[in-house]
């Protein structure tokens, strides 16, 4: 069965595993006192060029995106994203919890991204400073995005300053944010504060680590609140020095965007393959700017596949199909001639 149902499904990156095994040796003091912690700080302020950001390990992207945002609005705040965004879609509610009742508001777009015109025409909508009306405070960016679409730094900035304007802060739900550096192939601050982003949810899960993500801010007054949260919320763990290893080995000689190139140059390759298959009904329904493709094709054909391929079926007639750096060329090949066998046989 060739994997292609998440990036969640991969192992740990052997680099991640060296790391933990190094950080099992002798003792170290508990709740981020350690000195794996410390150093983490220095290595997220090189990555990003950003001399005060701040690192807060966390245990999972559903904490990372909703103490980062619960830090950035009081409860009566509003966070704008898109209608997509894995906040409204997928997270339980987290950040109303932690957030103490705040709201999420969706602004459209195509491609799964907000539409500058429609924050700036939400915004303008918006009954500021009637406590009737939840205030809008902070703008969520998913990057890539949940259909696996990339803002680029220069459309970043055009969302940021708008909401700038009305004196709210930035988010990125980052959970495959290296997955974007490397394929827009710009510096990570480029899509982070350089952009205006005020704090991210930096995802490592997804591309090779055991069970580590982090908040990185580049605020000190969000910083200075998710101390508080952070513990607060039970993501202040014991042994913190062993998701401090994994996210500095993560950052370090660039191995994040090394995992992140394979993934996303594996699914090119599958992109194309499956883009030739468009006379046996096979289409792509969104551009492919990463590793993630969602596509339609024959029922008939998606069920013979289903006994060959793992993917997440999306409807009847179209798939979820994610590569990860696990994946190799030879995964791809024999997944594309799967495919085709599948819709020729079928079709």
């Known amino acids: 069965m060739i994997e292609l149902r998440s990036d969640n499904t991969a192992g740990v990156a052997p680099e991640i595993l060296a790391a933990l095994q190094a950080a099992n040796t002798g003792s170290a003091l508990a709740y981020g006192g350690d000195d794996l912690t410390a150093h983490l700080h220095d290595v997220v302020r090189t990555v990003f060029e950003h001399p005060t950001a701040r690192a807060f390990p966390v245990t999972s992207g559903t904490a990372a995106n909703s103490l980062a945002l619960s830090a950035s609005t009081p409860p009566w ?23 103490g009742g705040a709201v999420m ?24 400073g009637d406590p009737h009306e939840s205030q809008p405070s902070v703008l969520s960016l998913t990057l890539p995005s949940d259909f696996g679409t990339l803002y680029r730094p220069d459309e970043i900035a055009v969302l940021t300053g708008i909401a700038r304007e009305r004196g709210m802060r930035v988010h990125v739900d980052g959970a ?15 899509v982070t504060w350089r952009a205006g982003v005020d704090v991210l949810s930096l995802g490592a899960t ?4 055991l069970s580590a993500e982090a908040i990185v801010v580049f605020d000190d007054r969000i910083a200075d609140e998710l101390v508080y949260r952070t513990k607060r919320a039970g993501h202040v763990t014991s042994k913190m020095r062993f998701q401090s290893a994994q996210v500095t080995a993560y950052l370090t000689d660039e191995l994040w965007l090394r995992l992140a190139a394979n993934s996303n140059q594996r699914m090119a390759e599958l992109a194309t393959e499956l883009a030739s298959l468009a006379p046996y009904g096979v289409r792509l329904q969104e551009r492919v ?5 969602f596509v339609e094709l024959p029922s008939t054909a998606i069920d013979a596949l289903a006994s060959e391929v793992l993917f ?26 799967r ?9």
Request: proline fraction near 3%; hydrophobic fraction near 40%.
């Open 176 to 190: 495959r944010i290296a997955n974007a550096v490397a394929a827009l192939g710009c510096s990570p601050a480029d």
């Open 339 to 347: 495919f085709r066998e599948a819709v020729t046989r079928t079709g």
């Open 77 to 99: 705040g509003a966070v704008l994203c898109h209608p997509s965004a894995h906040i409204v879609t997928a997270e339980g509610g987290a950040t109303s919890m932690y957030g």
């Open 312 to 337: 997440y079926r999306m409807s009847d007639t179209s798939a979820r199909l994610v590569t990860s750096w696990q994946t190799t060329a030879e995964d791809v090949a024999a997944a594309g001639a």
């Open 105 to 128: 508001q969706g602004v459209g777009g195509s491609h799964a991204l907000i539409d500058p015109e429609r924050l700036r025409s939400a915004l303008d909508k918006v009954r500021w």
């Open 289 to 293: 700017d990463v590793n993630m493709a």
């Open 206 to 209: 997804k591309n090779g680590a």
